[in-house]
């Protein structure tokens, strides 16, 4: 019997940004070499595309590039570097692996897939979604009767919206890049995710909406996210920085709240928090802690 479908030439793992809202444990690696419930992020999303049967994977770094050396020798996997993550959003990222572009998983490293959702054929181009209650502030997926999406509003209420990886057919990506290329050479672009631009053209460019649950794509946009699906977090983030605070200020570091990075000329300076209704700020290079 002939399989249908589209079989997966390879995948894409993004892992070029910074991730400064992950502060401070950012600052001292990228978010996808951090360990969760045991398994490095990376690490586990490869895994997973290793054993479902996708034949190829690229990494494509950027921030702290040399840290994922390791992973071509312990998993095969090739490396590609985005040598634009600090000026240009993660369109550019796609710019440079644009040569690879085919039947592709587009994949966020950051991502911990509890169930492996990846396969080695595919039936058409389709971006993961999940569904909040209630009020969000994410990008929400609206789909014709066919479930192909036909429009997608930053904001909304009660909807599916835009949460893990994507599937690109080859016909997709062909149609696809042209508009990447266009907006990697435009300053006023360097901005735009490559939804955004995808955005632009969906009437021309068929993808359907592939619903999860909403526990199987776990996605941790700070710490305080991930204290909340690994406890060991609370206390034992092996965060230099963190260590730093408990000591000075004789705490613990669940005692440490409301982390926001502050921005610097070259990416994160340092974090602000607050401990026991307090609020300091420690600035990176200087090892500097202070009340603010």
Same mark, same amino acid.
């Given at each position: 019997?002939?399989?249908?479908?589209?079989?997966?030439?390879?995948?894409?793992?993004?892992?070029?940004?910074?991730?400064?809202?992950?502060?401070? /444990?950012?600052?001292?690696?990228?978010?996808?070499? =951090? %360990?969760?419930? $045991?398994?490095?992020?990376?690490?586990?999303? =490869?895994?997973?595309?290793? %054993?479902?049967?996708?034949?190829?994977?690229?990494?494509?770094?950027?921030?702290?590039? @040399?840290?994922?050396?390791? /992973?071509?020798?312990?998993?095969?996997?090739?490396?590609? %570097?985005? +040598?634009?993550?600090?000026?240009?959003?993660?369109?550019?990222?796609?710019?440079?692996?644009?040569?690879?572009?085919?039947?592709?998983?587009?994949?966020? !490293?950051?991502?911990?897939?509890?169930?492996?959702?990846?396969?080695?054929?595919?039936? *058409?181009?389709?971006?993961?979604?999940?569904? @909040? *209650?209630?009020?969000?502030? %994410?990008?929400? /997926?609206?789909?014709?009767?066919?479930?192909?999406?036909?429009?997608?509003?930053?904001?909304?209420?009660?909807?599916?919206?835009?949460? $893990?990886?994507?599937?690109?057919? &080859? $016909?997709?990506?062909?149609?696809?890049?042209?508009?990447? &290329? @266009?907006?990697?050479?435009?300053?006023?672009?360097?901005?735009?995710?490559?939804?955004? =631009?995808?955005? *632009?053209?969906?009437?021309?460019?068929?993808?359907?909406?592939?619903?999860?649950?909403?526990?199987?794509?776990?996605?941790?946009?700070?710490?305080?996210?991930?204290?909340?699906?690994?406890?060991?977090?609370?206390?034992? !983030?092996?965060?230099?920085?963190?260590?730093?605070?408990?000591? &000075?200020?004789?705490?613990?570091?669940?005692?440490?709240?409301? =982390?926001? +990075?502050? *921005?610097?000329?070259?990416?994160?300076?340092?974090?602000?928090?607050?401990?026991?209704?307090?609020?300091?700020?420690?600035?990176?290079?200087?090892?500097? /802690? $202070?009340?603010?």
């Amino acid at each position: 019997m002939t399989r249908t479908g589209y079989k997966t030439d390879n995948a894409i793992i993004m892992a070029a940004g910074m991730a400064t809202r992950f502060a401070p /444990l950012s600052y001292e690696k990228p978010k996808a070499l =951090i %360990e969760v419930r $045991g398994e490095v992020l990376i690490e586990r999303q =490869i895994r997973q595309l290793i %054993e479902a049967g996708v034949p190829q994977i690229i990494v494509a770094a950027g921030y702290k590039k @040399e840290l994922f050396g390791y /992973l071509t020798d312990k998993y095969g996997v090739m490396l590609v %570097e985005n +040598p634009d993550y600090r000026t240009r959003n993660n369109h550019s990222t796609l710019y440079h692996v644009r040569d690879y572009l085919k039947n592709s998983y587009i994949c966020c !490293s950051d991502n911990y897939y509890t169930e492996n959702p990846f396969k080695d054929r595919e039936d *058409e181009a389709y971006y993961a979604a999940v569904y @909040e *209650e209630g009020q969000t502030d %994410e990008w929400c /997926l609206y789909t014709d009767e066919k479930g192909y999406i036909n429009h997608v509003q930053i904001g909304g209420s009660d909807a599916w919206v835009m949460h $893990g990886h994507t599937f690109f057919t &080859e $016909g997709f990506s062909k149609q696809l890049i042209p508009y990447i &290329e @266009e907006a990697y050479h435009k300053e006023e672009d360097a901005g735009l995710y490559w939804e955004e =631009i995808y955005m *632009e053209h969906l009437s021309e460019m068929r993808m359907r909406r592939r619903e999860y649950d909403v526990d199987v794509i776990q996605e941790f946009d700070c710490l305080e996210d991930l204290r909340k699906f690994d406890d060991t977090y609370l206390n034992h !983030s092996g965060s230099w920085v963190m260590e730093r605070i408990c000591r &000075e200020l004789k705490c613990r570091e669940k005692d440490i709240v409301g =982390i926001k +990075p502050v *921005e610097g000329n070259d990416g994160a300076a340092g974090i602000t928090f607050s401990v026991f209704n307090r609020r300091y700020a420690f600035d990176y290079a200087r090892k500097y /802690l $202070g009340e603010c």
